[in-house]
C-alpha cells in the first residue's frame, strides 16, 4: 500500500481520536470544574505511571520484538505482568496520599484494562498492521465519549465517577478488539525459551520505559509542584493545566500519527540509510504541519476558551502561548526519538528525556512557587526545547547530514517517501 495512504489514514486515525478527546476534555471541564477536571488529571496520570512500569514488557520493546519472535511467547508473561502491575503498584499511590478501598479498586480496575489493552495495540504495531491499530483507538475514544455524554446528561452525574467508569469500559473493549485483530497470529506452538526472552525485552524496555517514564514526567510533573505548592487551589490550577497542555498537545496528532507507521517501519527495516531518509523526510513534513497548528492555535482568541471550558479557564491562552516554542519542537524531535528507538537504540532517546527531566527539576522548583501557572508551563517548554535540541544533534551526528539538509531542504521530499512505500504493507 501507498505510504502516504497508510500516512494519511493514520493522521485521520489520530485526528478523529483527539478531536474525541478534545470533547471529552470540554465535557469534563465544563461540566465538573477545574477542580473536578483537576483530580481526573491526576488519577489519569497516576494510571498512565503505572502504565510505564507495565510497559517495560509490552510497549515499545514488544513493538522491536514482535518481528523476531513468536508473538503467543510475548504476549503471555507481558498479561500476566500487566495484571501485576495494574493490581499491586496502586498501593504505592496510596502510601503517598491515602484514598478509600474504592478509589483502590477504581485505580487497579483502570490500570489493569489499560495495561492490557496496550499490550495488544503494541503487537498490533509491531506486526505492523497499522489499520487494525487505528480502528481500536477510535473505538477506544468513541466508547469514551458516548458513555461519557450519556452519565452527564441523560443520568445528570457529573462527578468525576463517570469518566473512571467510561474509561474503564472503553479500555476493556480496546482490548477485547485488538485480541480479535490478533486471534490469527495466537495459534499455539514452539515457545521462545522464557529466560532469553525476559532477558531482551527487559534490557530493551528498560530504555524505552526509562525514557517515556521521564518525558511523562517533563510532561505532568507540574501537576504535583502546583498540587504541592499552591495546595488550597491546587486542583484548580492543575485542571486549568491540564486543560492547556491537552490543547496545546492536540497538535502533535500529526507528529504522533506520522510516528506510529515510522517506528512500525523501521523496526521491520535491514537498511540503516533508508531508515535515515525517511526519517529526514517525514521529520519535515512533522515540524511544519505542527508549526502551522500552533500557529492557528495562538490566534484563537480567548472568548472562545471560555465559551468552551467556562470562566474558570480564563488564563488558558496565557499557557499555551508560554508552551508554544516547546510543542513545535517537539513535533520535530519525535521523530529522532522514534528513528533511534526502531533501530533498538533506545537509550539516546532516554538521555534526552533526562536532559529535559533535569530542566524541569531545576525550573520547576523555582517558578511554579512563585509564578504558578505561567512557571508550569514556561519550566516545561523550556524541558521540551533541551529534549529536541540534543535529539536533533544526536540525528544529525548519526546521519551525517548538516543542519540546512536536516531541516530547511526540501528537495526530493516526495520522492524520498515514495521510495520506502514498496516496503509498506497494510
Not at 46 to 70: C, E, H, Q, S, W
Amino acid at each position: 500500500m501507498h505510504l502516504f495512504k497508510i500516512l494519511s489514514r493514520t493522521v485521520f486515525t489520530k485526528g478523529l481520536t483527539s478531536l474525541c478527546s478534545f470533547l471529552c476534555v470540554i465535557l469534563t471541564a465544563r461540566y465538573m470544574g477545574a477542580a473536578g477536571k483537576g483530580e481526573i488529571s491526576l488519577t489519569v496520570l497516576n494510571i498512565t505511571l503505572i502504565l510505564l512500569l507495565n510497559d517495560l514488557l509490552g510497549g515499545g520493546a514488544m513493538v522491536f520484538m514482535v518481528p523476531r519472535y513468536r508473538l503467543m511467547s510475548l504476549l503471555l508473561p507481558s498479561w500476566i505482568w500487566g495484571i501485576i502491575c495494574g493490581c499491586l503498584l496502586p498501593l504505592f499511590f496510596f502510601i503517598a496520599r491515602p484514598f478509600s478501598g474504592a478509589d483502590y479498586l477504581t485505580l487497579c480496575g483502570l490500570s489493569v484494562f489499560l495495561n492490557l489493552s496496550s499490550i495488544n495495540l503494541a503487537a498490533l504495531n509491531g506486526k505492523e498492521k497499522i489499520k487494525e491499530n487505528n480502528w481500536v483507538s477510535i473505538v477506544q475514544v468513541v466508547v469514551l465519549l458516548v458513555l461519557l455524554w450519556v452519565g452527564i446528561f441523560l443520568f445528570n452525574t457529573r462527578t468525576p465517577f463517570v469518566f473512571y467508569f467510561s474509561l474503564g469500559v472503553s479500555y476493556l473493549i480496546s482490548f477485547l478488539l485488538s485480541l480479535f485483530y490478533l486471534r490469527a497470529d495466537l495459534l499455539p506452538g514452539e515457545f521462545t525459551p522464557f529466560k532469553r526472552l525476559m532477558k531482551q525485552l527487559l534490557r530493551n524496555g528498560f530504555y524505552v520505559q526509562l525514557g517515556n517514564a521521564v518525558q511523562l514526567l517533563n510532561y505532568r510533573f507540574a501537576f504535583y509542584l502546583l498540587v504541592y505548592f499552591h495546595p488550597l487551589i491546587g486542583k484548580s490550577l492543575v485542571g486549568v493545566y491540564s486543560t492547556a497542555a491537552s490543547v496545546c498537545e492536540s497538535v502533535w496528532v500529526i507528529s504522533n500519527g506520522i510516528s506510529m507507521v515510522q517506528y512500525a517501519r523501521i523496526a521491520n527495516m535491514s537498511n540503516r540509510k533508508a531508515a535515515q531518509e525517511l526519517t529526514i523526510s517525514l521529520s519535515k513534513v512533522s515540524l511544519l504541519a505542527t508549526v502551522l497548528a500552533v500557529g492557528i492555535l495562538c490566534c484563537l482568541p480567548a472568548a472562545l476558551f471560555r465559551w468552551l471550558f467556562g470562566s474558570e479557564f480564563t488564563e488558558l491562552p496565557l499557557v499555551i502561548a508560554y508552551l508554544s516554542a516547546g510543542i513545535c519542537a517537539f513535533g520535530l524531535a519525535s521523530m529522532y526519538s522514534h528513528y533511534f528507538s526502531g533501530i533498538g537504540k533506545m537509550h539516546i532517546s532516554s538521555r534526552g528525556s533526562l536532559i529535559g527531566f533535569g530542566i524541569t527539576l531545576i525550573l520547576g522548583f523555582w517558578l511554579v512557587p512563585v509564578y504558578g501557572l505561567a512557571g508550569a508551563a514556561i519550566t516545561a517548554c523550556c524541558s521540551y526545547l533541551a529534549t529536541a535540541a540534543y535529539l536533533f544533534f544526536c540525528f544529525k551526528s548519526d546521519s551525517g547530514k548538516g543542519i540546512f539538509e536536516l531541516l530547511f531542504s526540501f528537495k526530493g521530499l516526495r520522492a524520498s517517501i515514495q521510495n520506502t512505500a514498496t516496503h509498506v504493507r497494510n
